[in-house]
């Protein structure tokens, strides 16, 4: 019984083992030619790899269910073990050798696909910085340029300054001891307020008037007028040497007052002023060189304006930038209905005049009080047509000789 048994069970083992292999070998022999198709067309995806892995497993299950249900532990654990075998077999065998070999030129044609992109990038790259270098180097330049220019310019307006200043101080002579002695007793000295030091016709300076001459205090208008007359002195003085010299004449700021009917209307009435030609030299204003107004602005600030006549310019003066328009448009408006008045008919070549503000070249005050001084000394340098080459380090100066000029009775040399 026990070699009966002992066959019986060898013989079972036998056939559960051929069996077993049976199927692993059919399972290996349909799973590759299935999933090598699939593979193919999915281009090695390894998605497909894992399905066909898991349908060999499934047929090794059906090759261990063909031998059927062995109650003997050894046969089925046989059998389990040989099935593992076969469907780790199937799935290896899955993969054919030539897919590696296809991963491996994919991976080098993406490699040399970035390697081309880097390359036209690093191309494209280099393009745009050489076309970017001239532009930089433009602007550079233009950067160094704009620095070197205002360094120019700040050189040169440095030179100017000093040449200015050397001009001014050969053009404002310094004063003997004799005038300096009394410009100072005029200034300082002590008296009567109300005492007359100076006269000319029906005008006259107080010595209150002449303490505002002293540095750092507001000028009033009595010197301003008086000064400007001492002007009108001098240039009738230099026609006398000069007799083709063309005469000009200095009107007071009253003439402006009236002019734009200040206090009253406040608008421009020629009517006001239309009888003050009739007291120029010539009584024509048309024959003259030049014509000066000292204008106080808004009763608070001192400034110039003057008509060059042959020129056909109007330019105003002022020492803090103002451009001056309205007052420069009125006299023009005041030379056309002159024209009109005295001459008949229009202005000559009206369109052809000229109205200029304050340009850089007018002379700044550094202050609030010294506008009146500067509006004499614009009278006095282009009366006799010199360049405005004074500045306010002169102004102490400046004062000086507008009070010798009155106290002499004619504006000095």
């Known amino acids: 019984m026990d070699i009966m048994k002992t066959t019986v069970d060898g013989l079972n083992k036998s056939d559960a083992l051929a069996s077993i292999s049976s199927a692993a070998s059919d399972s290996s022999r349909e799973t590759p030619r299935q999933f090598g198709t699939q593979l193919h067309a999915a281009s090695g ?27 003997d532990g050894i046969t089925k654990g046989v059998g389990e073990e040989h099935s593992i075998v076969a469907a780790s077999s199937v799935a290896s065998s899955v993969i054919p050798p030539s897919s590696t070999s296809t991963s491996s030129q994919a991976a080098k044609a993406d490699n040399e696909g970035v390697e ?29 340029k704009r620095i070197d220019d205002e360094i ?8 100017k300054e000093k040449e200015s200043e050397k001009v001014a101080r050969n053009l404002l002579r310094p004063l003997s001891d004799e005038e300096h002695d009394r410009v100072q007793e005029a200034l300082y000295g002590a008296g009567p307020l109300n005492e007359q030091l100076a ?11 002449m303490q505002t001459l002293r540095p750092g205090t507001w000028l009033n208008d009595e010197v301003i007028h008086y000064f400007y007359k001492m002007l009108a002195n001098r240039d009738e003085a230099l026609t006398v040497v000069k007799p083709e010299r063309k ?122 009080y010294d506008c009146g001084v500067f509006t004499c000394m614009f009278a006095d340098f282009l009366s006799v047509n010199r360049p405005l080459s004074f500045n306010q380090a002169h102004i102490t100066e400046c004062r000086h000789r507008i009070a010798l000029s009155v106290l002499k009775g004619v504006a000095i040399e």
């Open 247 to 368: 005469r000009s004449h200095f009107f007071m700021s009253f003439f402006f007052t009236k002019l734009f009917d200040e206090g009253n209307t406040n608008e421009y009435s020629y009517r006001n002023v239309k009888k003050w030609s009739k007291k120029v030299p010539g009584k024509d204003i048309f024959d003259l060189d030049k014509v000066f107004f000292a204008c106080n602005v808004s009763q608070m600030h001192w400034t110039c304006a003057v008509i060059f006549i042959q020129e056909k310019r109007i330019q105003f003066y002022d020492s803090m930038g103002g451009e001056g328009y309205y007052y420069s448009e009125g006299l023009l408006q005041y030379l056309k209905d002159e024209w009109a008045a005295k001459k008949v008919g229009e202005l000559p070549d009206a369109d052809k005049w000229e109205i200029i503000g304050a340009g850089p070249g007018v002379p700044q005050q550094r202050n609030g």
């Open 199 to 209: 006269t000319s016709a029906t005008d006259s300076v107080q010595r209150k008037s």
């Open 45 to 71: 995806n390894r998605s497909s790899s894992q399905s066909s892995a898991k349908t060999a497993y499934a047929s090794s299950r059906s090759a261990r269910k063909h031998v059927g249900d062995n109650k």
């Open 116 to 144: 081309s992109i880097t390359e036209m990038m690093d191309k494209l790259l280099r393009t745009r910085t050489e076309e970017a270098e001239p532009i930089v180097r433009a602007k550079e330049l233009a950067e160094e």
């Open 152 to 159: 120019r310019a700040r050189e040169e307006k440095i030179q």
